[in-house]
């Protein structure tokens, strides 16, 4: 054809096709472009066209619609996966922020020595309006055997352990509802037995068996001791971590919340006092890939002693100190730990530790039933020896003391204590 048109050219197919560029008509094939010199070349699998690039050609191939359809469908769809996946990141990282964030309690990972002397427990109140008094049982709300002992401190409970039933650790004391509405709803107050600050409000029922709880820390001479209120039925709006308290402040009301929950007929509240093992428990968790909800005031990392002790100790002692009723508790057992550094217990409480600075080479620890720390002190030359290249080794252990052993911290296997499972987890903690 004359310059006026195009000649299709190279043609593999079995028919030939003549195109005119001013007229719109379908090119069959053509994907690729080659410019050479004033002709434009279009070619693919094999066929070749070519036409003069001065004349304006507008060229429809067919199905060219439909790819070009195709092709926004995609991009926007990726585009809509794109922002998806961002956000989804985001929401993850920020939910993972939250759950995992360390409780902002303001001196957990320092001791107190060369701050103001403060003595929060020179002054207690109990924290509800049942007097405490261990010799009447209608205070205490004891579990569904009915035994009275089963809501105090201690191996006071029986529960499934490995293949059977065992002793098991009551870590504080269930104090019974006082004040019910018409429907046997607990209208009982909860109060915070001490000065302190609010460390950790856990307002989710379904998280833990403590409930809705509330943790308050108290600054003593030695370090921060915890108190801790569950089973809630409702928590204050008031009560907010990092908010101050008084004695006496109203933290909630006694419930029964908990995971699973307590009837209603046995509603009550759960009080603990005691020392955090390790300001570093969160971490812990998450190197050991555990799901972890409550931060360091998690119910492992919070070793309680018996509160009614502490109440009585304190009424008769208008001096009290929290450190010197702890170094007074009876040693369950004494064991040989090998460490690079002092565990953080000891330098947030460096009161419980004795003698010279830790020489990095092994230390002694004596340790109540329930495994709060109550001495440390650098390991001899022969503790040591026996030490050798383990974790840990037991030295000795009080039987009478240990009584019912409901913490399972130590076992007697083949004449010889050590650690049982409880009891190197427990270690682990301790020694992060």
Sequence with gaps: MGSNGLRMGCINHSRSVCLRADRELPVILY???????????????????????????????????????????????????????????????????????????????????????????????????????????????????????????????????????????????????????????????????????????????????????????????????????????????????????????????????????????????????????????NQWCRAQKLKNDHGNFNGWNLIGVDPLAVFEHQHQCPDFDFFQHIAALPVAFEIVLSARCRPDFFDRYPCLWEGAPYQGVGLQVAVSEDGLPIKGRNATELERRLLGAHKSVVLRVDPGVLGRNGCHLVVCRRGLWCLDREGEKWRDMLMY
């Design 31 to 281: 994907t690729r472009a080659v410019h050479h010199g004033k002709k434009i070349f279009l070619a693919n699998h094999g066929a070749c066209v070519s036409f003069d690039s001065t004349y304006y050609l507008r060229l429809m191939k067919l199905g060219d619609h439909s790819r070009l359809y195709g092709a926004m469908v995609l991009v926007v769809g990726l585009g809509l996966v794109f922002v998806g996946l961002v956000l989804y990141l985001c929401f993850r990282s920020k939910e993972s922020g939250t759950q995992n964030m360390e409780p902002l309690t303001p001196g957990l990972d320092l001791p107190l020595m060369g701050r103001p002397a403060t003595n929060a427990f020179q002054h207690l109140m109990f924290p509800t309006d049942q007097v405490l008094d261990r010799n009447d049982p209608d205070v205490f709300q004891p579990t569904a055997s009915g035994r009275p002992e089963s809501a105090l401190f201690g191996s006071v409970r029986t529960a499934n352990h490995g293949k059977g039933l065992a002793a098991s650790f009551h870590e504080g004391v269930d104090i019974a509802a006082a004040q019910r509405d018409a429907a046997g709803r607990p209208q009982d107050a909860v109060y915070a037995v001490a000065n302190g600050a609010v460390a950790y409000v856990n307002a989710v029922a379904g998280n833990s068996n403590y409930g809705k709880y509330v943790v308050l820390t108290h600054a003593c001479p030695s370090g921060l001791v915890y108190t801790l209120y569950a089973h809630l039925a409702v928590i204050s709006p008031s009560v907010t971590r990092g908010r101050s308290v008084k004695s006496g402040d109203v933290l909630g009301i006694v419930g029964h919340t908990a995971n699973p929950p307590i009837p209603l007929d046995r509603a009550h509240l759960h009080f603990e006092v005691g020392l955090i093992l390790n300001a570093r428990f």
